[in-house]
């Protein structure tokens, strides 16, 4: 060995502090109906997350990605790989909530980065703001 940094190593730490596991996500019809029951809604110009605190586990992540809004399979698969990705990247500073991201009419003719760039602003009030922890009624909190 020339003492050389492994970059491979490097590389996989990486990529599994990125990572998507099965436990950042919601699996089944019970884990979305009690995001949906009980949930502090935040919206914008593109997308709505319902969420749900469960202080108990890592943040998941939900996908309701409406057909009606988005018609083409192209779309709803880009809203979809964006949403993930800001999960993915934000994932450690949502620690112990569930949540549903749902798309509005205006997303599919927003670029990705916007796109993005407005879902990690909805993160951000939803991590500093502390009535997500405290108040588990639906209420609406617009940009």
């Not at 020339?2 to 190593?9: A, H, N």
């Not at 599919?108 to 108040?135: D, I, P, Q, W, Y």
Request: glycine residues 4%.
């Amino acid at each position: 060995m020339t003492g050389k940094p492994d970059l491979r190593s490097v590389a996989d730490v990486a990529q599994e502090k990125l990572a998507f596991p099965r436990t950042a996500r919601l699996l089944s019809t019970a884990d979305y109906s009690q995001v949906f029951a009980r949930s502090k809604r935040y919206t914008d110009r593109y997308w709505t997350i319902l969420v749900r605190v469960d202080d108990a586990s890592p943040a998941r992540l939900g996908l309701a990605i409406a057909k009606k809004r988005a018609r083409r399979a192209v779309d709803r698969n880009r809203l979809k790989r964006v949403a993930r990705e800001a999960f993915r990247h934000n994932r450690s500073a949502l620690t112990g909530l569930d949540m549903v991201v749902m798309n509005r009419d205006a997303a599919t003719s927003a670029a990705s980065c916007e796109l993005r760039e407005a879902l990690e602003a909805l993160f951000l009030k939803m991590h500093t703001g502390s009535a997500v922890r405290g108040n588990q009624s639906r209420t609406q909190v617009s940009s």
